[in-house]
């Protein structure tokens, strides 16, 4: 069992940046592939970042590639996702995602296992 909390989320500025956290609990997180997804008003949650469970592998949504970076820290049980360069399109609840069983770098949310709860994160123009 992996129990994930997120935090960091607020008011951001367009063009300007901010960071979330994804803590968690349960021995097996260092062994799961994490991912972010964000949900805006009005509209199905989408896939956002992915990262393998040793932080060697990627994977971007193309709305935030050169943007956002993923990362994780397996001995503080952590992950993470820095916003740069946002845009009022990005305002959105960002959720944070595991799974112990894929063996890839998944954008489909039904193959994730673990949720947060969610942040809300909103870019003013």
């Known amino acids: 069992q992996i129990q994930l909390v997120e935090s960091g989320g607020g008011l951001g500025q367009a063009g300007g940046s901010l960071r979330l956290s994804c803590a968690a609990s349960?021995?097996?997180?260092?062994?799961?592939?994490m991912a972010w997804f964000r949900q805006a008003p009005g509209k199905e949650r989408e896939f956002v970042a992915a990262?393998?469970?040793?932080?060697?592998?990627?994977y971007y949504a193309k709305s935030v590639k050169g943007r956002f970076t993923i990362s994780r820290d397996n001995a503080k049980n952590a992950g993470y996702l820095q916003m740069n360069s946002l845009k009022p399109e990005d305002t959105a609840v960002y959720y944070c995602?595991?799974?112990?069983?894929?063996?890839?770098?998944?954008?489909?949310?039904?193959?994730?296992?673990?949720w947060g709860q969610g942040t809300q994160v909103t870019v003013s123009s």
């Open positions: 995602a595991a799974d112990l069983a894929l063996g890839y770098l998944s954008s489909t949310e039904s193959e994730y296992d673990y």
């Open positions: 349960g021995r097996s997180f260092s062994s799961a592939t």
């Open positions: 990262i393998s469970w040793t932080g060697d592998s990627k």
